[in-house]
């Protein structure tokens, strides 16, 4: 409910002793009362009577209705929260209260006055969504939030590199977007763990304790968790040739 705050201004003339009663079960005596709040929607009625016993007319009302309007409650949720850049399509479900008119604004532009919203897009990145809720009487509220547009994920892994120096595919590295964890790891010919790394981009350099390795085989395992929430568990082999 609202928290409606109603100014009385007492315009009599004479008065000496004043009585306001507010409509809702609430009285003053005071010549200008506090701001009067009303909690509850509605129309109320609003009384003053004045008195004056040294004047010919001793006593004197006088009445207005104050209207109380529900303000809008603005809620909407998303689906889904992120989106691929190949299936970009995003629907804004209108959940407001209280309202009878919207405006849709994305990324500072008014798009629509309709309930929902149903959106793509084709830039990636984040973009600011917002509605505004009004009742027939004008009260608005407002809420924005954020979504998000990437690229589909993928992820690789190459099977050789040559540690040489020639800055061309120096490191054994993972490949791809969208990746979030990771946990890689790879070992010799006699199990060793000889590199593990928990940064996607971070690459094994074909070194050992400081000394460069042998050129041969290394398994690997790779544990990673994509935008998405995929998880993906693979495994294989890379060859170090120099």
Same mark, same amino acid.
């Given at each position: $409910? ?12 004479? +008065?000496? %002793? ?9 009285? !003053? ?5 506090? $701001? ?10 609003? !009384?003053?009577?004045?008195?004056? $016993? ?40 209108? +959940? !407001? ?22 959106? !793509?897009?084709? $830039? ?11 009742? *027939? ?81 290394? +398994?690997?395992?790779?544990? +990673? ?6 998880? *993906? ?5 890379? %060859?170090?040739?120099?």
């Amino acid at each position: $409910p609202p928290e409606i705050n109603a100014v009385m201004t007492d315009n009599s003339v004479g +008065a000496t %002793t004043y009585f306001w009663q507010f409509g809702d079960n609430s009285n !003053s005596l005071l010549i200008t009362p506090s $701001p009067h709040s009303y909690s509850i929607a509605g129309n109320y009625t609003v !009384s003053l009577k004045v008195t004056n $016993p040294t004047d010919c007319i001793t006593s004197d009302s006088a009445f207005q209705t104050v209207h109380v309007y529900q303000m809008p409650k603005d809620s909407f949720y998303i689906l889904p929260k992120t989106v691929l850049k190949s299936d970009s399509l995003f629907s804004f479900i209108n +959940a !407001s209260l209280y309202a009878d008119n919207y405006e849709w604004f994305v990324d500072g532009q008014l798009v629509t006055n309709t309930q929902d919203l149903m959106k !793509s897009w084709h $830039p990636l990145g984040f973009h600011k969504i917002c509605l505004v809720a009004k009742t *027939k009487n004008a009260c608005g509220d407002t809420l924005c939030k954020m979504v998000q547009v990437d690229e589909i994920p993928y992820i690789g892994v190459p099977n050789a590199f040559s540690p040489n120096g020639d800055g061309e595919n120096d490191e054994f590295r993972i490949y791809g977007i969208g990746i979030e964890e990771v946990d890689f790891r790879i070992y010799n010919r006699w199990g060793e763990l000889v590199f593990h790394t928990t940064d996607r981009n971070q690459g094994w350099d074909g070194t050992f304790k400081g000394k460069p390795q042998e050129i041969e085989a290394y +398994a690997w395992t790779l544990n +990673a968790v994509l935008i998405t929430g995929e998880k *993906k568990v693979m495994k294989g082999n890379v %060859t170090l040739v120099r």
